[in-house]
C-alpha cells in the first residue's frame, strides 16, 4: 500500500522520499561466492546481541560492528560479555572486527579513506540499530533512526549493491491493527502510522528501504513484535518498555488491565529466523515477521506477573496508572511511559482481537523453524531476570 496523497501536517512527512543521490541501479552487487564480510549495527544493543551470537554460529564470515562513544577495547569487551551472558560460543569472537564510528552521522563517522576500505569489504548489511523509545517525539528520534538508515543506505550503494536487512517493528503497522485490518500480513502497511514518534521514525525508515529496493537494492525488512528473553535461559532486557512496565508492577502492588494482542518472540528464536532468512532463503519477498504464530494478550502476560508475584492486585489500567503516578511522581520516565501506553498499544474500538501474521515468513523456513514454548516455566526465567534489576 503507498502512502497517502492527503496533506499530512506530521514532522515525518517531509522525510519520506529518498535522497536521489541514492541510485545504487548502476553498481554491482557482490556475488554470492563473494567471501566478504557482514556489517552489523546495533551489536552494543539486545538484539543486535543476538544477531552477533547467531551470525557467528551460522555463517564463517567475519562481522564488522560499528560501535559509537567506544575504545575499540572496550567494544571487544563489552561485546565478549554480551556472548556470554547470551549463553552464546566466545571463542568465535576473533571474527568480530570493530569499526568506531557512528552510523547517524556522514560517511557513518568514517574518514574517506575508512569508507572506501569497509564499503569494499562488506558483502551484507545488518541494520539493527536504533533509539527505542516510545515516548519521544520523530524529531528527537530522527537522527539515530532515519538519519542512521539513510547513512547506511548511502553506504550500501557506494560502489555496489550491498544487500541490506534491515530491522524494523511491527510497530509500523499497529495502525492496521487500531483500524481493525483483522489479520495484517507481511505484505500489507497502513497507509500511514500511528501518530507515535518511535513507530513514525521507523515507519519512514521502512519507506526510505522500499524506496532503495525499487532503485535496484535487494532489501529486506523484519518487523519483531516484542522481543521476550532467551527461550533457554530466560535472559531479557531489563530496561526496555515491557520491563520498565512489569517493575513497575511490583513497584506499585498491582498489575493492569488493558486490552491488546501482542506479537511476541523469544530473542533467539528472532535473531535464528532473521538470521536464517538472509542466508537460506532465496526467494523474493520483501518483508518478515520474526514472530510466534500466536500473539499474546496483554492481560495474559500480566497474569503471568502475577503468578510469580501472587501478592499483586489486578486493577483497571486508569487506578493502576494513579498509583504509578503516585509512587514514581509525574514528571518521572516510568509514569511517562506507563501513560502512553493507550497511545502506543491502543485497543481495538470495536473489541475485536488482531493480530500479525507470521505465516509467509515461517513458510520460507525449511525446516521450519522450532518455536520456543512460551509457558510458565519460560516465564519464570524471563521474569527472574527482568525482576532482578
Ligand atoms: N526490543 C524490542 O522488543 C524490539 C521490538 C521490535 C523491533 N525492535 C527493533 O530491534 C532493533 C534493536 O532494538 P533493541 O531493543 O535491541 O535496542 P537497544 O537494546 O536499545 O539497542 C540499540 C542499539 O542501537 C545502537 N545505536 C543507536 N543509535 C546509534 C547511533 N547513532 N550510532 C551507532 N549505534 C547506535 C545502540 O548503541 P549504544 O550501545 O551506543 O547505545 C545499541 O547498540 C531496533 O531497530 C528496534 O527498532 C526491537
Redesign the pocket.
Known amino acids: 500500500m503507498q502512502p497517502s496523497s492527503e496533506p499530512d501536517s506530521r514532522a515525518y512527512v517531509s522525510d519520506l522520499t529518498l535522497p536521489a543521490e541514492i541510485d545504487p541501479s548502476a553498481a554491482p552487487t557482490p556475488s554470492p561466492e563473494d567471501e566478504g564480510a557482514i556489517l552489523l ?9 543476538f544477531l552477533l551470537a547467531t551470525l557467528l554460529e551460522r555463517t564463517r564470515s567475519r562481522i564488522c560492528c ?5 575504545t575499540p577495547e572496550e567494544a571487544y569487551s563489552e561485546l565478549h560479555a554480551s556472548l556470554a551472558a547470551r549463553g552464546a560460543n566466545t571463542e568465535e569472537i576473533h571474527r568480530v572486527d570493530i569499526i568506531v ?5 556522514p560517511r557513518l ?1 568514517l574518514t574517506p579513506p575508512e569508507y572506501e576500505y569497509w564499503s569494499e569489504r562488506v558483502h551484507s548489511i545488518y ?6 523509545n516510545l515516548v519521544s517525539g520523530y524529531k528527537f528520534l530522527r ?3 532515519v538519519v ?1 538508515t539513510t547513512e547506511l543506505l548511502k553506504f550500501a550503494t557506494f560502489r555496489r549493491r550491498i544487500p541490506f536487512h534491515h ?5 509500523t503497522i499497529i495502525a492496521g491493527f487500531a483500524e481493525g485490518w483483522g489479520v495484517v500480513t507481511e505484505d500489507m502497511r497502513p497507509p500511514q502510522p500511528l501518530p507515535v514518534g ?1 513507530y513514525e521514525s ?1 515507519w519512514v525508515s521502512e519507506s526510505r528501504v522500499c524506496q532503495a529496493r525499487e532503485r535496484g537494492l535487494p532489501a529486506r525488512i523484519y ?6 528473553g532467551d527461550s533457554t535461559s530466560g535472559f531479557a ?1 531489563t ?4 520491563a520498565q512496565l512489569t517493575q513497575a508492577c511490583v513497584r506499585v502492588g498491582s498489575i493492569p488491565t488493558h486490552n491488546f494482542q501482542l506479537p511476541v518472540s523469544c530473542a533467539d528464536f528472532t535473531a535464528t529466523c532473521i538470521v536464517r532468512i538472509a542466508t537460506e532463503y532465496a526467494g523474493p519477498t520483501g518483508v518478515f515477521h520474526p514472530i510466534a504464530p500466536t500473539p499474546m494478550p496483554l492481560e495474559t502476560y500480566f497474569s503471568m506477573v502475577r503468578a510469580e508475584r501472587p501478592d499483586l492486585d489486578r486493577v483497571p489500567y486508569d487506578r493502576w496508572l494513579d498509583l504509578v503516578r503516585t509512587t514514581y511522581g509525574p514528571s518521572s520516565p516510568v509514569y511517562q511511559l506507563s501513560s502512553a501506553v493507550p497511545r502506543f498499544l491502543p485497543s481495538p474500538e470495536n473489541g475485536v482481537a488482531t493480530y500479525a501474521s507470521a505465516d509467509t515468513t515461517l513458510a520460507c523456513l525449511e525446516p521450519s523453524p522450532m518455536i520456543p514454548p512460551m509457558d510458565r516455566n519460560y516465564f519464570s526465567r524471563f521474569l527472574a531476570h527482568i525482576l532482578s534489576e
Open positions: 549495527t546495533g551489536a552494543t544493543g539486545y538484539l543486535g546481541g560499528v560501535v559509537r562513544g567506544r564510528g557512528n552510523i547517524a552521522k563517522g541494520h539493527c540499530a536504533a533509539w527505542v537522527n539515530s533512526n542512521s530491522i524494523s517493528t511491527l510497530g518511535y521507523k518487523r519483531p513484535g516484542a522481543i521476550l532486557c530496561s526496555d518498555w515491557l
